[in-house]
Every structure is written in C-alpha cells, then in structure tokens.
C-alpha cells in the first residue's frame, strides 16, 4: 500500500470501469492527481431530457462524480453526504467535460466542487453547471487497478 491514502489515475479509472452507470453513460477519467480530477463524457442523444439538453441527473452524475473523485485522490474512498448543484445554462455540446478540485481535506469531512463545461463543434467551452459537495471518507482499502 502506497504512503498516501489518495487514489492514482490509475485506481481511479479500475474503480470507474467497475460503476456500472459511469460505464453506461461514457464517463471518461483524462486527468486525476493532487486534489483534482478531469472527466469527459461524449454527447449522446438518449440521455436528453424533453428540450434536448442533457438531463439534469447526468449533470449532477458528472459533477459529483468530478468532486469525488478529486477528493479520492487525497483521501481515498468517499461517499457524499451532502451535494448540491447549480444549472446556469442548457446543457448542450459535442462533449462535456468536468474539473473537480478539492478545496479542503480533512479526516472527516471533505470539501470539493466542480465545474461543468460544454465544449461544441469548435472546440469552445462554456461553462454550464456547478456542483459542491462534502464527503466523508470511508476508510475502505485501496482498490487494486487491474493487472496490479
């Protein structure tokens, strides 16, 4: 076991490939280390809500999950015990693309946030959604990446 309580990008994206959901919907962990993390999604058209905008519930999937995981890059395993979000604007793009950072990491709380940016044919982001959560670490032992 690493010194270090946190998860690698490594053991981030085992246990992602392991959430049915985040395998489901596309969840793509590109960067994680040091108290943040980077995840993209691709847009698909079959998780819209009835205006065609991404549905609000895989905007806080993203957002939580952004905060999580940058936490766990700290802490280890977390669970939320308190998340909350903000919708600024529909949520419509070509990928989605969300930076957690962890803003305070205690033993027994856990502060994050997370930014959700759509990016369109161009390659612009804007930023659509935010999220704030506080975790609990769970003391759970560190995951094994897959052919570790």
């Given at each position: 076991m690493s010194a270090t309580p946190g998860f690698d990008l490594q053991t981030l994206n085992a246990i992602?490939?392991?959430a049915a959901f985040?395998?489901?919907v596309g969840f793509d962990i590109v960067a994680a280390g040091h108290g943040v993390v980077t995840i993209r999604m691709t847009w698909r058209g079959d998780l819209t809500q009835y205006s065609g905008?991404?549905?609000a519930g895989l905007i806080a999937a993203l957002l939580d999950t952004a905060c999580g995981?940058?936490?766990a890059t700290l802490v280890g395993a977390v669970a939320a015990?308190?998340?909350s979000m903000n919708c600024l604007k529909p949520a419509i793009g070509r990928h989605f693309v969300a930076n957690?950072?962890?803003l305070r990491a205690g033993r027994r709380q856990v502060f994050a946030r997370a930014e959700l940016f759509a990016e369109d044919e161009q390659g612009e982001l804007s930023l659509v959604a935010t999220g704030e959560t506080?975790?609990?670490p769970t003391g759970e032992p560190?995951?094994?990446a897959e052919g570790s």
């Open positions: 992602n490939a392991s985040n395998r489901s905008h991404l549905h995981f940058a936490a015990s308190h998340f957690g950072t962890t506080v975790l609990v560190r995951r094994k």
